[in-house]
């Protein structure tokens, strides 16, 4: 009778480890370079509609990778950053926008 004394397994180079330097068994994280299109609207807060259409128009920088929509993490925040100020006038534009629309859906669902 032969006695079979397992070796004990080695972690894998790319899994996490827990608070005591355990290994957790479960891949590392892999840090992405690109967004989603649903990633991209949420980022700035727009609908997925809209983000869609930034996207296709070249407005927001994006590629096109194996049919899908893919935004570098990079280039989003470059062209953010390289977006020009809001000022006052964009501002009161914007608020009188938000008014206007207030008062056509008052007047919808009043009349």
């Given at each position: 009778?032969?006695?079979?004394?397992?070796?004990?397994?080695?972690?894998?180079?790319?899994?996490?480890?827990?608070?005591?330097?355990?290994?957790?068994?479960?891949?590392?994280?892999?840090?992405?370079?690109?967004?989603?299109?649903?990633?991209?609207?949420?980022?700035?807060?727009?609908?997925?509609?809209?983000?869609?259409a930034l996207v296709r128009s070249g407005e927001i920088p994006a590629k096109k990778v194996g049919g899908r929509w893919l935004v570098p993490k990079g280039r989003l925040h470059q062209w953010l950053d390289e977006l020009p100020e809001a000022t006052t006038e964009d501002v009161a534009a914007e608020l009188d926008r938000i008014e206007r629309t207030a008062q056509r859906q008052h007047r919808r669902n009043g009349a």
């Amino acid at each position: 009778m032969s006695t079979v004394i397992p070796f004990p397994q080695r972690p894998a180079t790319n899994t996490t480890t827990g608070t005591e330097g355990i290994p957790t068994g479960r891949p590392a994280p892999v840090a992405r370079a690109v967004y989603t299109v649903a990633e991209t609207a949420e980022i700035l807060s727009l609908s997925l509609g809209s983000t869609y259409a930034l996207v296709r128009s070249g407005e927001i920088p994006a590629k096109k990778v194996g049919g899908r929509w893919l935004v570098p993490k990079g280039r989003l925040h470059q062209w953010l950053d390289e977006l020009p100020e809001a000022t006052t006038e964009d501002v009161a534009a914007e608020l009188d926008r938000i008014e206007r629309t207030a008062q056509r859906q008052h007047r919808r669902n009043g009349a």
